[in-house]
């Protein structure tokens, strides 16, 4: 059953599961430094992140996928995947970092990423600080951002509902209320729909661009709208 996370707290909650304590705390203190009035906790395997996602309830998690299951236990890709998947399906709002060298590894999970309803980024361990940053900042956002993998995990696909939706924002001009009521899903589906398209396409926020209008640039380049 999915789980609904609390908004009652006013508080940035985040969860950082690594069991490379060196590993771990440079992440520590990189979010602290950027996110200083945030509440963030730590686990060292799989079983501790469940126990803290039930317990603090927070709106991001960053992972590593190299994790053991329980303490003493190796770590494992297959143990960060069963994770990620548990996550995604029983926190399905939930925006997720995946911090790893074995970023490959998600191309398994490839439907549950693309219907997943909250941000979803990717963190290479190679990447600088402070391009981690921001894809903790898009994962926040609600954004999606495989690029780093898109090679093996997408190639251009598109579902039907996206080009419905292309259609009816570019070639009806209509705005995500209406596009939600005449396709009868929600605005946050919408939205969702949106940030899994620009994925696809490799449109990501940039400073001084619209992210709707470099989507219709991209969507008329590949052939999606006319």
Same mark, same amino acid.
């Given at each position: 059953?999915?789980?609904?996370?609390?908004?009652?707290?006013?508080?940035?909650? =985040?969860?950082?599961?690594?069991?490379?304590?060196?590993?771990?705390?440079?992440?520590?203190?990189?979010?602290?430094?950027?996110?200083?009035?945030?509440?963030? =906790?730590?686990?060292?395997?799989? %079983?501790?992140?469940?126990?803290?996602m039930e317990i603090n309830q927070p709106?991001?998690?960053?992972?590593?996928?190299?994790?053991?299951?329980?303490?003493?236990?190796?770590?494992?890709?297959? @143990?960060?995947?069963?994770?990620?998947?548990?996550?995604?399906?029983?926190?399905?709002?939930?925006?997720?970092?995946?911090?790893?060298?074995?970023?490959?590894?998600?191309?398994?999970?490839?439907?549950?990423?693309?219907?997943?309803?909250?941000? =979803? @980024?990717?963190?290479?361990?190679?990447?600088?600080?402070?391009?981690?940053?921001?894809?903790?900042?898009?994962?926040?956002?609600?954004?999606?951002?495989?690029?780093?993998?898109?090679?093996?995990?997408?190639?251009?696909?598109?579902?039907?509902?996206?080009?419905?939706?292309?259609?009816?924002? =570019?070639?009806?001009?209509?705005?995500?209320?209406?596009?939600?009521?005449?396709? %009868?899903?929600?605005?946050? @589906?919408?939205?969702?729909?949106?940030?899994?398209? %620009?994925?696809?396409?490799?449109?990501?926020?940039?400073?001084?661009?619209?992210?709707?209008? %470099?989507?219709?640039?991209?969507?008329?380049?590949?052939?999606?709208?006319?």
């Amino acid at each position: 059953m999915s789980k609904v996370l609390s908004e009652t707290s006013n508080q940035t909650k =985040f969860l950082v599961v690594d069991d490379h304590e060196i590993v771990l705390n440079g992440t520590l203190d990189i979010l602290k430094k950027q996110y200083p009035d945030a509440k963030i =906790f730590t686990a060292l395997t799989a %079983q501790k992140a469940i126990e803290q996602m039930e317990i603090n309830q927070p709106e991001l998690v960053v992972t590593d996928l190299s994790i053991p299951e329980k303490p003493g236990e190796n770590a494992r890709v297959d @143990t960060g995947i069963k994770l990620l998947k548990t996550l995604m399906k029983d926190y399905p709002t939930l925006n997720l970092v995946v911090q790893s060298t074995y970023v490959e590894a998600l191309v398994r999970i490839k439907l549950d990423i693309d219907a997943h309803q909250g941000g =979803f @980024t990717v963190a290479d361990k190679s990447i600088s600080s402070q391009e981690m940053l921001t894809r903790v900042d898009w994962a926040i956002q609600g954004l999606t951002h495989t690029k780093d993998i898109r090679g093996k995990l997408k190639g251009l696909e598109v579902k039907q509902e996206w080009l419905t939706l292309l259609s009816l924002a =570019f070639e009806e001009g209509l705005q995500d209320k209406e596009i939600a009521r005449r396709m %009868q899903i929600s605005e946050r @589906t919408v939205r969702n729909y949106w940030t899994k398209i %620009q994925d696809t396409l490799g449109v990501y926020p940039e400073a001084g661009k619209n992210i709707r209008i %470099q989507t219709q640039i991209r969507a008329r380049e590949e052939g999606l709208i006319d």
